[in-house]
């Protein structure tokens, strides 16, 4: 078995840094800027820029005509500028011959809208159609490129799903069913998942079965369910053809694909991505608004979860504003740097943007890249150039692994997807807030968290904090039954323990799936209506949901109760010890102010300290990363004041020894 590689291909005795880079779309650009570019690349200290991404109708202008002479000077140009290139299988946007000769790749809306030429991501994932025509250009490109000495990584295709994750085509239709019959042998026990003795929704066989496209009517949530988890595998299934031609030409150099954990970005499964890529890719961009950086971290921290704490790779943000959100807000001076660091803090050893010089013409054309319009004579290039001098400062943090947080917050696509299915208690829940606002308050707390995905190992954790784990089959049951009798504090939240992994309730009282676990049972959800809060005793208040909590074990504690005489006054939050360990439960969305106190104690009674000096905790987040080049802490600052690190012994690396507002600083112990 050939061992594959885990970092970028660079040349023997290349000593490993923290990569800088960006997208390189040069196609947009007469040929003396490229000239300029690379000059510039050199000033700013990039080694990667990742070359491709959309240039298949440049290299393919009609179906029997290539035209590769362009792609071969970039290439020169760059490595003769000592840049090495992440080169993209440039599929992601079929080019209009293709869509005017085959219209039958374009994607269908649920509504049954086509998707037309003329932007991007045009295509379906599961067209026959267009898999041949992109196989057929990787392997283009594989051949020619396969030795040039410029390519450090492959690039599959670009944020798959970005654009087309749900397709509802035809070709959808018959790969769903295939999928199906590959999931359930037969239709029979299809049926029974679903539950489709409900409204006469019986299959006779899997040729009957569609896609969720627009129904009358809440459509089956069972098969909502199973074309989400389809439609992610989908895509996959792409990423794996394309990623085989390259590996049969280039056994030795990396695959991987941008993947976009960020905000409410939910369509792929990564935990289910990512063993098919050598090198963890991630794209992240700001949300505005008060959690924008502990969003940030949050999703860092995942993607290092979904990379199994190695080093990962950041593949694109912004240098300032974007261009896709209703006002594009842009970075103030300070806050890129902040913003790469912090990636960097959560185990990127590659800080990439998008793009490398700014658009002068298409959708994109305000989106900022590093050499914006104004050229290079501009504050945002200086802060560049900085921000790479800086990273160099951090070189010998490069190939170091994160160091396993006390706390683990996890992480399911599957619970996310299907605990804000339609026909639910509520609309209100949002999964991934929930999650963020347990984030918010460990970071609050001083106490670092990884957050991983739900098959991970939880035996290191002291903690793990399962927020709305809704889809919860047996074998998840038990893994937690498992980790809390073996010594681990579980903490879970209301609608948890819900459904099977066929969307089927758990019967016999809510939680089902955690009931004996948590010693608890409930009739009948209490889901809140806009503005309305229940208090609750320690403090703070509950909103979207409340229940009416039974107490069903001997050995369970209240550690809150509502406090609203006449509506609710059980147990909000309970507690109890199993095995060598214990299980918690909330049972309603906490404000912050009731979120702090109730996790101060379910801390505590975990063992879980914070590693921070007290005067540090909450105005800074500490991650940690350790590998030959030293034991690294990063201290990201959340406050508005300058702060004094006293009692963070260590060489300063970066940003010391007092820690500017917003500013983030890396000490080597
Ligand atoms: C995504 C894409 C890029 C670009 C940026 C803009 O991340 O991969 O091509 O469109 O968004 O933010």
């Not at 295509?123 to 051949?143: C, D, G, I, M």
């Not at 890719?281 to 190695?310: C, I, K, M, W």
Request: hydrophobic share 40%; charged share 20%; proline share 6%.
């Amino acid at each position: 078995m050939t061992t594959r590689p885990t970092w970028l291909r660079t040349p023997a005795g290349t000593p490993r840094r923290i990569s800088f880079g960006a997208d390189y779309n040069p196609e947009q650009w007469p040929r003396d800027v490229w000239t300029e570019d690379v000059r510039l690349m050199q000033e700013a200290g990039v080694d990667v820029v990742s070359v491709g991404i959309f240039s298949w109708a440049h290299l393919q202008p009609a179906a029997d005509r290539w035209t590769f002479g362009w792609l071969d000077d970039v290439l020169d140009l760059l490595h003769d500028g000592g840049i090495g290139v992440d080169l993209a299988t440039a599929t992601a946007s079929p080019p209009p011959w293709l869509t005017t000769a085959h219209p039958e790749v374009l994607p269908v809306t649920r509504d049954g809208a086509v998707l037309t030429q003329g932007a991007r991501q045009h295509w379906r994932p599961t067209s026959p159609v267009f898999r041949r025509y992109a196989l057929a250009l990787t392997e283009k490109l594989a051949q020619r490129y396969a030795d040039h000495p410029a390519l450090v990584a492959w690039h599959v295709n670009n944020e798959l799903g970005c654009h087309n994750v749900h397709d509802y085509s035809d070709d959808a239709a018959a790969a769903f069913r295939a999928w199906l019959a590959r999931r359930y042998g037969d239709v029979e026990a299809l049926n029974h998942a679903w539950g489709t003795a409900f409204w006469s929704q019986r299959y006779g066989s899997f040729d009957e079965v569609l896609p969720p496209r627009r129904a009358a009517s809440h459509p089956n949530p069972g098969q909502q369910l199973d074309f989400a988890r389809f439609s992610s595998d989908a895509l996959r299934d792409h990423l794996v053809a394309e990623r085989e031609v390259l590996r049969r030409h280039t056994p030795d150099v990396p695959v991987t694909t941008n993947f976009m954990v960020m905000g409410e970005t939910r369509g792929m499964d990564y935990a289910s991505w990512a063993s098919e890529v050598d090198l963890v890719a991630n794209d992240h961009y700001v949300h505005p608004g008060p959690q924008a950086r502990d969003e940030l971290s949050f999703s860092a921290s995942l993607t290092g979860g979904l990379a199994g704490g190695l080093p990962w790779f950041l593949m694109e943000h912004s240098t300032s504003a974007v261009n896709w959100q209703p006002v594009n807000v842009a970075k103030r001076p300070g806050e890129m740097a902040r913003d790469s660091l912090a990636h960097v803090a959560h185990g990127a050893d590659a800080v990439c943007f998008f793009q490398w010089r700014q658009s002068s013409a298409g959708a994109e054309k305000y989106h900022s890249g590093m050499v914006p319009h104004a050229g290079s004579r501009s504050r945002l290039f200086r802060d560049v150039v900085s921000l790479g001098r800086d990273l160099r400062a951090l070189d010998a943090v490069a190939g170091s692994h994160r160091v396993t947080a006390p706390v683990a917050i996890l992480f399911d696509w599957e619970s996310w997807w299907a605990s804000e299915l339609d026909s639910h208690p509520t609309d209100r829940l949002r999964y991934r807030a929930e999650a963020l606002d347990w984030w918010t308050a460990l970071v609050d707390a001083g106490v670092r968290a990884d957050v991983v995905p739900a098959g991970a190992d939880l035996s290191p954790y002291a903690m793990v904090l399962a927020p709305v784990l809704h889809v919860v089959p047996q074998r998840l049951a038990d893994r937690l039954d498992a980790y809390v009798r073996g010594g681990g504090h579980l903490v879970t939240t209301y609608f948890s323990g819900i459904v099977d992994d066929a969307e089927r309730v758990w019967l016999g009282g809510y939680p089902g799936a955690f009931r004996d676990l948590l010693g608890i049972r409930v009739e009948e959800f209490g889901p809140l209506p806009d503005g309305e809060t229940l208090p609750i005793s320690t403090g703070g208040s509950g909103s979207v949901w409340s229940e009416p909590v039974d107490v069903i074990a001997a050995d369970v504690e209240v550690l809150a109760r509502y406090a609203a005489p006449g509506v609710l006054e059980g147990p909000a939050v309970t507690w109890r010890p199993v095995g060598r360990g214990s299980a918690a439960y909330v049972s309603t969305r906490l404000d912050a102010a009731g979120r702090g106190p109730v996790l101060a104690g379910l801390l505590e009674r975990a063992g879980v300290v914070s590693e921070l000096p007290e005067h540090l905790r909450g105005c800074v987040e500490l991650t940690r990363r350790r590998g030959d080049g030293g034991d690294f802490w990063f201290l990201l600052s959340r406050s508005g004041e300058t702060l004094d690190l006293g009692g963070v012994e260590g060489t300063v690396l970066l940003g010391g020894p007092d820690l500017a507002a917003g500013g983030v600083a890396v000490v080597r112990r």
